[in-house]
């Protein structure tokens, strides 16, 4: 007679605010109830993870929590390992370092894998910084692209500015991008330097905090203005030609 098989677990996608905010006005009641029946997460740093979970009401203490690190540089043969708790039957709560997990973030990878092996993956509801940019720019919110991080180098950054820019115009689709925030500023006048007048560029910066700065402007506009305070931030960076 054979023994029946456990349960798989939940892969719980678990965002987290997107600075100081506090957890009331980003995560709802619900979603914290939730996590404080998970004991395993996989996160991108322990450090900042330990920090945001400590805020959970009714988690047992830290300490007694397991936190394996999945990040940029974790190697894809130590995937299968992450998956080990879903696979005997306890839920998985994966972060990501700031906002939603899998997301211009390294969980995607374990979330794809979970889909593999029949695990149900659960996103649960927290900020998005790419859709709350979108929704506060004013630009074209039916068609639209996130590509992430530009290149770094000055020529491919100013050759992809202006690919984005003729894409954007011919498919009247909004460009989503963003930046290491200690590049904002740069990237902001290579923008500038690049593109047409009329084109129009949103900058969305700490969004959900208290400094939260969103604006819209012809890159015309923009030139005739003060740049703002955007070094070292993080920011969103819409175009639409």
């Not at 990878?109 to 940019?133: E, N, Y």
């Not at 006048?189 to 009329?198: D, S, T, V, Y």
Request: hydrophobic share 40%; glycine share 6%.
């Amino acid at each position: 007679m054979t023994g029946k098989m456990n349960p798989k677990g939940r892969l719980y996608l678990v965002p987290t605010p997107l600075g100081e905010s506090g957890l009331p006005p980003v995560l709802p009641a619900e979603v914290q109830q939730r996590l404080s029946a998970i004991r395993h997460f996989v996160v991108e740093h322990s450090k900042t993870a330990r920090h945001f979970l400590k805020q959970i009401a009714g988690l047992p203490p830290l300490a007694s929590l397991e936190l394996m690190e999945l990040s940029e540089h974790t190697a894809a043969k130590v995937l299968p390992d992450l998956l080990a708790p879903l696979l005997n039957g306890r839920d998985v709560g994966l972060l990501s370092e700031a906002g939603c997990p899998a997301v211009a973030d390294p969980g995607a990878s374990l979330v794809r894998l979970a889909h593999q092996q029949g695990i149900q993956v659960v996103p649960l509801v927290g900020p998005s910084a790419i859709l709350l940019a979108l929704m506060a720019s004013g630009l074209n919110g039916q068609r639209f692209c996130f590509h992430g991080y530009l290149p770094v180098v000055q020529d491919a950054r100013d050759e992809k500015i202006l690919q984005l820019e003729k894409r954007s115009r011919q498919e009247n689709e909004t460009q989503i991008f963003i930046e290491t925030p200690y590049r904002n500023l740069r990237l902001l006048e290579a923008l500038l330097q690049r593109c047409n007048a009329q084109t129009q560029l949103c900058i969305a910066c700490n969004l959900t905090l208290v400094d939260e700065y969103v604006f819209t402007r012809a890159i015309g506009e923009w030139r005739q203005n003060s740049l703002p305070a955007i070094h070292k931030r993080p920011a969103v960076f819409l175009l639409q030609g």
